[in-house]
T-cell receptor
Framework: AQRVTQPEKLLSVFKGAPVELKCNYS??????LFWYVQYSRQRLQLLLR??SRESIKGFTADLNKGETSFHLKKPFAQEEDSAMYYC????????????FGQGTILTVHP | DTGVSQDPRHKITKRGQNVTFRCDPI?????LYWYRQTLGQGPEFLTY????????KSRLLSDRFSAERPKGSFSTLEIQRTEQGDSAMYLC????????????FGPGTRLTVT
């Protein structure tokens, strides 16, 4: 079975502060991990995936297989980062299925 | 608009009625997915099509649920004999053949069963 856990439903920071959204997963094989984001009144969209090792909108995420974590980080939060963030996992045996966490609402205060 | 579209956006129905939702994916995408999202939860996978073939179904998809993608383009999701527990947001997504993880989501259909 595969599972994604985001322990924080809500996270509030001030503009310019560092932010870390936590994600832990459970999967017996080698998963692919992703972060999806949903801004207010917009659709769910892909933010980044662990394989690409890119920085998107200043966000990075490192897959830690030892701790089975894939935390999303940004050194200096901006107000426009306020959104719902979902961590998602794709298992090797399923070509299409994504398993999502419960989501974390990030609010960045001015 | 070249994004994923879903119709209707909202549906209120009485328990026991049947409902059908439609999803139109991005035209060049050959993969199509249905998810269900309840309040406070992330999307939960229901089923997945590659072209017209339904390749994977979740155990969440009971006998009352059926999905089709007859010509490999739009898809329909039907729920028969709706129950109050079916109340949720139903999301459709589509993707390119070689980038299944990059799923483009529609706005969703919110179902309320009274």
């Amino acid at each position: 079975a595969q599972r994604v856990t985001q322990p924080e439903k809500l996270l509030s920071v001030f503009k310019g502060a560092p932010v870390e959204l936590k994600c832990n997963y459970s999967y017996s094989g080698s998963p692919e991990l992703f972060w999806y984001v949903q801004y207010s009144r917009q659709r769910l969209q892909l933010l980044l995936r662990h394989i690409s090792r890119e920085s998107i909108k200043g966000f990075t995420a490192d897959l830690n297989k030892g701790e089975t974590s894939f935390h999303l980080k940004k050194p200096f939060a901006q107000e426009e980062d306020s959104a719902m963030y979902y961590c998602a996992l794709r298992g090797g045996t399923s070509y299409g299925k994504l398993t999502f966490g419960q989501g974390t609402i990030l609010t960045v205060h001015p | 608009d070249t994004g994923v579209s879903q119709d209707p956006r909202h549906k209120i129905t009485k328990r026991g009625q049947n409902v059908t939702f439609r999803c139109d994916p991005i035209s060049e995408h050959n993969r199509l997915y249905w998810y269900r999202q309840t309040l406070g939860q992330g999307p939960e996978f229901l089923t997945y099509f590659q072209n017209e073939a339904q390749l994977e179904k979740s155990r969440l998809l009971s006998d009352r649920f059926s999905a089709e993608r007859p010509k490999g383009s739009f898809s329909t999701l039907e729920i028969q004999r709706t129950e109050q527990g079916d109340s949720a947001m139903y999301l459709c997504a589509s993707s390119w053949g070689d980038r299944p993880y990059e799923q483009y989501f529609g706005p969703g259909t919110r179902l309320t069963v009274t």
